[in-house]
């Protein structure tokens, strides 16, 4: 999945007045890429995850999603893309704690209207992925954050998304479990060749990617290749 | 769809005392309006057997008295007014009433028996099939003689008193000889007690008869006001109601009734709406980020939407179960208590299939007022505010 971003802005209004969170950004993911979003905390990299992954449209600008101007899409046709191309890892897992750890990984595909029996079957399979498959009927809060983390993935993996976007996913670990889990969002994308875009402000992380964008005060500074 | 349900389940039992509180809350709400919606809905559906259980076109009652049927008023205190027996031998010359059958004077006894007051009803033998079609006498028993003291005692009466054929139960100091014994028929017929009319009068020495019923050949509409014209005109001081006039007026007082109690059971409600109103935001604004990853990963707003709303109907739906059987139990206590309070002879509740509609439209109102607010918030929420949210 191609994704490209072309003037983008966003503001939002305060009762102060109207901030800048992002301006003018323009970037291009490739399919298969694996692109780091690094920058100091409030420079606007998890506001420009959210643009890509159509969780919020840009006050200005246009956002390609393989040619397809997300940005002038309506909220329902948004739903299926996020719901049918996108995955989602957020930096607190962001797990439902009265479903179990498979009932999480099945929760977008029964969105989706996939059968009971594929649902089961792709589940088993992505937590034999992620090196959880004896945690199927754990709830959440049984596990440790890594282990959660590897269920978020999962879960991100469910639909069979063209991209990945991942916000700052080793944010609440430590070094070994966030280490893990970068090596299977790694993984993922070298074995199945996802587009995976991941916000951070740890260079060790950043290095994973191919390709490191640098935000500051909402605009891009530098690309690192 | 089915998601959002199994979804909405898991997070009633998520909270399971304050979900139990939720459904207490609307459980006593229902109990309550079921309870004291019952007196109104039995006295409603008790009346209008009653009326429609006589074959009475005409009522001429004295001028001051109340339209409502003998049962209920009888015991609360009817107008004390006659009309004198006169009328009866005017409206039965064919020349100025052409269209009158039969004309039947009633006089009616309050016996204290007990804690209860029963109603004697005193009619004429004659007057008893021609009036009462529906009253059946069971068997070894018969209909008293004209001028003998003699009794019918309504089914339920009887059974509840204990009475057999032949044995005597005091009227006014004087004994009478019961005869027969009705086959119930559900309406307050069932709680009366029968004797011949003159006996009645002579009882309290009266002169009049408390209401007059009239009969006409041909029971359609025409005939019916026209001749209760004729009569208004002849009696201008009686107050003639036909049926449908009587019947209307009857239930007028029990509609009011009927308000005055939803009235009461409507602080209850209010109290309901807002025990699952709280319970549903808090649930909501507990669980902010996690609609926000449901909409984050491509669940629909309607899903979200439709998932808070489900899990509100949930509880009041078992919360409208449980008052449904509260309100039954608490039905027959409040039915005991009136009777003993008004000193009845006979129930006045009455769980209808109505009521018990009513009563889980309620909850399934009180389900949806309670969770409109919470919805709405969350389905106009940005889902990258709801990500943030803490």
């Keep these: 999945m191609k994704i490209m971003l072309q003037g983008v802005y966003k503001y939002i209004e305060t009762q102060a007045g109207s901030i800048k969170l992002l301006e003018n950004i323009n970037l291009e993911v490739h ?195 | 769809m089915l998601i959002s349900i199994q979804l909405a389940i898991k997070n009633v039992y998520r909270k399971k005392e304050r979900s139990l509180l939720t459904i207490i809350g609307v459980l006593l709400a229902v109990g309550s309006f079921i309870s004291l919606l019952s007196i109104a809905e039995g006295l409603y559906e008790r009346i209008n057997r009653e009326i429609n259980g006589r074959k009475v076109d005409i009522y001429i009652l004295p001028k001051d008295a109340a339209a409502l049927p003998t049962g209920p008023i009888g015991t609360v205190g009817f107008s004390s007014g006659t009309l004198p027996l006169s009328i009866v031998k005017k409206l039965k010359k064919t020349s100025q009433f052409p269209h009158i059958k039969h004309v039947c004077p009633i006089y009616r006894v309050q016996q204290k028996i007990g804690n209860q007051t029963i109603i004697a009803w005193g009619i004429k033998m004659e007057n008893f099939a021609e009036f009462f079609p529906y009253f059946k006498i069971k068997s070894g028993g018969r209909f008293f003689e004209d001028n003998a003291s003699e009794a019918i005692m309504g089914g339920n009466l009887a059974m509840e008193r204990d009475v057999k054929l032949e044995s005597l139960i005091p009227i006014e100091g004087q004994p009478f000889t019961v005869v027969g014994i009705g086959v119930p028929h559900y309406s307050f017929q069932d709680y009366f007690c029968y004797i011949p009319f003159e006996k009645a009068m002579k009882l309290k020495n009266a002169k009049g008869a408390h209401e007059i019923w009239i009969q006409v050949n041909r029971p359609i509409k025409s005939e019916i006001s026209d001749t209760a014209k004729a009569i208004r005109k002849a009696f201008p001081d009686a107050n003639v109601k036909t049926k449908e006039e009587y019947l209307g007026a009857a239930n007028e007082y029990v509609n009011y009734a009927w308000l005055l109690q939803f009235a009461i059971s409507a602080i209850g409600i209010l109290i309901a709406i807002t025990a699952a109103m709280n319970t549903m935001l808090m649930s909501t604004y507990e669980r902010i980020k996690e609609f926000g990853t449901l909409r984050a990963i491509g669940t629909t707003r309607f899903n979200v939407f439709f998932m808070i709303l489900t899990e509100s109907l949930i509880l009041c739906f078992i919360g409208g179960l449980g008052g449904v059987v509260l309100g039954i139990m608490g039905s027959q206590l409040l039915d005991d208590t009136v009777q003993v309070l008004l000193q009845l002879s006979f129930p006045l509740a009455k769980i209808t299939f109505n009521l018990i509609m009513y009563a889980f439209i309620l909850s399934i109102v009180v389900g949806l007022i309670a969770a409109i607010i919470p919805a709405v918030i969350v389905y106009r929420m940005q889902i990258i505010d709801a990500l943030r949210w803490e």
Aim: charged fraction near 20%; proline fraction near 5%.
């Design chain 1, 31 to 225: 399919q298969g890429e694996f692109m780091a979003i690094m920058g100091p905390s409030g420079s606007g990299k998890s506001t420009l995850l959210y643009q890509i992954g159509c969780l919020d449209i840009p006050s200005f600008g246009h956002i390609f999603l393989d040619e397809v101007d997300i940005s002038q899409e309506p909220e329902s046709i948004r739903e299926q893309i996020r719901l049918h191309h996108i995955g989602f890892v957020f930096q607190n897992y962001n797990l439902l704690p009265t479903l179990t750890v498979i009932e999480n990984i099945m929760l977008p595909m029964q969105f989706s209207g996939a059968h009971k029996g594929e649902r089961k079957a792709r589940a088993a399979s992505l937590l034999r992925l992620v090196n959880l498959a004896s945690k199927e009927n754990e709830k959440p809060t049984n596990l440790s954050g890594g282990q959660q983390q590897r269920v978020a993935i999962a879960r991100a993996m469910a639909n069979d998304p063209g991209i990945i976007l991942a916000d700052e996913p080793t944010g609440n670990l430590d070094g070994k479990s966030g280490k893990e889990v970068l090596e299977v969002l790694h993984s993922i994308h070298e074995n199945q060749r996802i587009s995976l875009v991941l916000v951070t402000h740890d260079p060790k992380v950043a290095s994973y990617a191919d390709k490191i964008f640098y935000l500051d005060d909402g605009k891009l500074r530098a690309t690192v290749f």
